[in-house]
């Protein structure tokens, strides 16, 4: 199964049952929400790495949800697939306005929504064709959960490989210790911020054997930043 996660959020029982069905078949781990109320606590909890949104929710809308998470620091690089029975291009052109990432117009096929969201998570960094993720000559290999330097794996264990998995998906970015917490531990787990420096060291330490322990830097102050920039 891919180490990526999908929040797929529908209020029509029936379709929202099939899309996480469908998204099951494709590999991909999905959540689900009947809301953008139940989204946002869901978003909170845990890492999400694409949004499947319905543009007419009850309560807050699709659209709006979209709004506001490309004003919040922590979402404004969620990509956001926006699913409606709208096919006007003026609200296309709304959608896509608002930050989202691609538009579908209600009926789709299947097949074609797991297209349209591998080629976003291609554009976002996060996936590629073999679903690899690869900066020189350092590979995470998604399928496989395993990382690798040259053609050499490194000994990680499951809690570094999806913080690797964030650092190269996000690099030559500043996150605090806060931040990572929550993207890689998810926020409805309590867990002190030096964590973080105890597994960045580790994965210093691996890196070190190859030379690429300066992957990881510090930047005093405010936290860490992945870059092959020295």
Do not use: C
Not at 11 to 18: G, T, V
Not at 43 to 68: K, Q, T, Y
Not at 201 to 221: M, N, P, S
């Amino acid at each position: 199964m891919l180490n990526l996660n999908i929040l797929v959020v529908e209020d029509e029982d029936a379709i929202r049952e099939m899309l996480v069905m469908v998204l099951e078949q494709a590999d991909f781990q999905v959540t689900a929400a009947a809301s953008a109320e139940e989204a946002l606590r869901l978003l909170a909890e845990s890492r999400v790495d694409l949004l499947v949104l319905d543009w007419m929710l009850p309560g807050i809308s699709g659209v709006e949800l979209a709004r506001r998470l490309k004003r919040e620091a922590g979402f404004k690089d969620l990509p956001i697939i926006l699913l409606t029975a709208r096919g006007e291009e003026e609200d296309k052109i709304r959608g896509l306005e608002i930050g989202a990432d691609d538009y579908m117009t209600k009926p789709f096929s299947p097949k074609e929504l797991v297209a349209r969201i591998k080629a976003v998570m291609r554009r976002s960094g996060k996936l590629n064709d073999t679903g690899q993720l690869s900066v020189g000559d350092l590979t995470l290999d998604a399928e496989q959960h395993r990382l690798t330097i040259g053609g050499r794996t490194l000994d990680v264990s499951p809690t570094e490989f999806r913080l690797m998995q964030f650092f190269m998906t996000h690099p030559d970015k500043v996150y605090s210790r806060t931040h990572l917490l929550d993207q890689v531990w998810g926020r409805s787990v309590y867990i002190e911020e030096r964590t973080v420096d105890v597994h960045i060291r580790r994965l210093r330490k691996l890196l070190a054997e190859f030379d690429r322990e300066d992957l990881i830097q510090t930047v005093r102050g405010f936290g860490y930043r992945f870059s092959m920039a020295g």
